[in-house]
Nanobody, 126 residues
Framework: QVQLVESGGGLVQTGGSLRLSCAHS????????MAWFRQAPGKEREFVAA????????EYADSVKGRFKISRDTTKNTHDLQMSSLEPDDTAVYYC???????????????????WGQGTQVTISS
């Protein structure tokens, strides 16, 4: 059974940076795509970024392109989200997720992941 555990959330000022990390266990991930989603109060969960475990192909939501960077470490079984130039609209609970397919084209909708982390709060103050 896949288990995902996030770390690294917190409170930063506008323009600041944060790094989120997701540790995974329970299986090998060669055929998976790993992702980050977020959910702000009163809004639906939305896609942020995804990366294929093999090959490292990436995809980003338009709202975070050029500011966020997703990466993975296949030796540590982790994937990270480096967030820069943070804005108040980035405030949300961030979830790491795993999609059982090696394609970012099939890991962008909240229905695509089959495993989720517990979520970590990211708050950007203005």
């Amino acid at each position: 059974q896949v288990q995902l555990v996030e770390s690294g959330g917190g409170l930063v000022q506008t323009g600041g940076s944060l790094r989120l990390s997701c540790a995974h266990s329970g299986r090998t991930f060669n055929t998976y795509t790993m992702a980050w989603f977020r959910q702000a109060p009163g809004k639906e969960r939305e896609f942020v970024a995804a990366i294929t475990w093999i090959g490292g192909n990436v995809e980003y939501a338009d709202s975070v392109k050029g500011r966020f960077k997703i990466s993975r470490d296949t030796t540590k079984n982790t994937h990270d989200l480096q967030m820069s130039s943070l804005e108040p609209d980035d405030t949300a609970v961030y979830y790491c997720a795993a999609c059982p397919i090696a394609s970012t084209a099939n890991c962008w909708h909240p229905n695509h992941p089959t495993a989720w982390g517990q979520g970590t709060q990211v708050t950007i103050s203005s």
